[in-house]
């Protein structure tokens, strides 16, 4: 058997801190063309008899269609001639992830259960997430990387999931093409209506975090794919200032990020001492707190009005004293940071606990005076995932659907 290598280094891998991720599963026989980059289209439009000198401004067609009008049907794209639709439609579909359950809470935010393809009819679904969190002036989608998670930090469910499959880049942007469509929000098509939407601005999704389930610096090449189509400013057009990816801290990827991505980062630190971090993210063994906040001093592009957030989950009498917020931000010292306090979520079977309310506001004081704005979240959607990250749903298996919905909760920047 092959020894399993590490994404990153492509060194073995420990299987103490990290599982490997599985490409289980078989691309549809008609592949869509929901997802693809522009020099892709061009691709596809080749390989159907286009004209190379044609291709770009056919791929550009294309574009338009996809992801500003959200075309679900070859048919309805007036401005590409008959023959080539069909040529198209013989060869592609223009499928999006299954969704396969939508919830709407009283307050407007939403989630989509999505159901990808998987290697053998039979197997447990490969399933993932996406919630969106509307607000007044903005509308956020909390967007997933992989199905599950290769890296195992004890206090968050999506590491206990067995399967790991890393998505791929159709199947990032698939995400926010379903939010786009159920939403309503594309050229030409009616919005919904509904409370909790947001009521400033012209748009219903204004940014995008890659903080459901996964490790995104884990599915790097996917991930930068997906996310450039997303920033292309004359499609998705979701500014990249919009977009945050959070990661656990795979620090020889956190420079890449920066260079071959450019959006904002966000770091799970969620402990200022080694020790206590190796147990809470196990990844922390490879890559030490000095080593990540290196990477992090030199994330391109870092500067006051681009600020790396910290994210810090709150575990009642495991990181949660004065001395701890006083040691986080003594940590932080000299980089250009945001703070977020995160609740923790409790999940069936986890062993750790959420700080007292008194305990966390007394926390973000200090974070406070420090000179940190520290926005601590109030969880949305409880009637559709229940108080204290408890929902109820049709089967225990939900659970780790339930994680991941609730901490988006809680991320919204
Ligand atoms: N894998 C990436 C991104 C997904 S997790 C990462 O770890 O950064 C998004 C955020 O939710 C991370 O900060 C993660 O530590 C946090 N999180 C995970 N489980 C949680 C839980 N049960 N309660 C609160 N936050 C949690
Ligand atoms: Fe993976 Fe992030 Fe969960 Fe850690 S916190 S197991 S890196 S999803």
């Not at 906040?293 to 592009?301: K, Q, W």
Request: one cysteine or more; charged letters at 25%; hydrophobic letters at 40%.
């Amino acid at each position: 058997m092959s020894v399993a290598l590490d994404p990153a280094t492509a060194k073995p891998l420990d299987p103490a801190i990290e599982k490997i991720a599985l490409e289980r599963y078989v691309p549809p026989k008609k592949p869509s063309l929901v997802g693809l980059s522009r020099a892709a289209l061009a691709e596809a439009l080749g390989a159907v008899g286009v004209a190379p000198a044609q291709q770009k401004m056919r791929a550009q067609q294309l574009w338009h269609w996809l992801y500003v009008r959200g075309a679900t049907d070859f048919e309805q794209m007036t401005s590409v001639s008959k023959q080539l639709r069909r040529m198209l439609a013989e060869h592609h579909t223009l499928d999006r992830p299954q969704v396969v359950a939508e919830q709407i809470s009283v307050d407007g935010t939403r989630k989509w259960l999505l159901r990808l393809p998987g290697e053998h009819p039979g197997e447990n679904p490969h399933e993932v997430e996406c919630v969106y969190i509307p607000e007044t002036d903005r509308g956020t989608l909390c967007v997933s990387s992989q199905v599950g998670c290769t890296l195992n930090c004890s206090f968050c469910h999506t590491g206990t999931q067995r399967l790991v499959r890393n998505l791929t880049a159709g199947e990032i942007i698939g995400q926010i093409m379903v939010a786009r469509d159920r939403l309503g929000e594309w050229l030409g098509v009616e919005r919904v209506k509904g409370p909790g939407l947001p009521t400033e601005g012209d748009r219903l999704i204004t940014n995008v975090v890659m903080m459901g389930m996964g490790e995104p610096l884990y599915n790097f090449e996917a991930v930068r794919d997906a996310l450039l189509v997303v920033a292309d400013g004359d499609g998705l057009a979701i500014s990249k200032r919009r977009i945050t990816l959070s990661t656990s801290g795979v620090v020889p990827m956190i420079a890449r990020a920066g260079e071959e991505i450019g959006v904002m980062l966000a770091v799970s630190l969620h402990a200022v001492r080694d020790e206590l971090r190796d147990q809470l993210v196990p990844l922390n063994r490879k890559y030490p707190i000095a080593q990540l906040l290196e990477a992090c001093r030199n994330y391109p592009g870092l500067s006051n009005a681009r600020r790396i957030t910290f994210e810090y989950v709150m575990l009642k009498g495991v990181n949660d004293t004065d001395a701890d917020a006083k040691a986080l931000v003594r940590l932080l010292a000299g980089i250009p940071a945001k703070i977020n306090l995160i609740p923790f979520n409790p999940w069936p079977g986890t062993t750790y606990e959420c700080s007292d309310w008194e305990r966390i506001e007394k926390f973000s004081e200090i974070v406070f005076n420090a000179g940190y704005a520290s926005p601590v979240r109030t969880p949305r959607g409880r009637d559709i995932l229940a108080a204290c990250g408890q929902l109820k749903s049709a089967t225990e298996k939900l659970s780790a659907r339930e994680r991941l919905a609730l901490r988006a909760m809680a991320m919204t920047d």
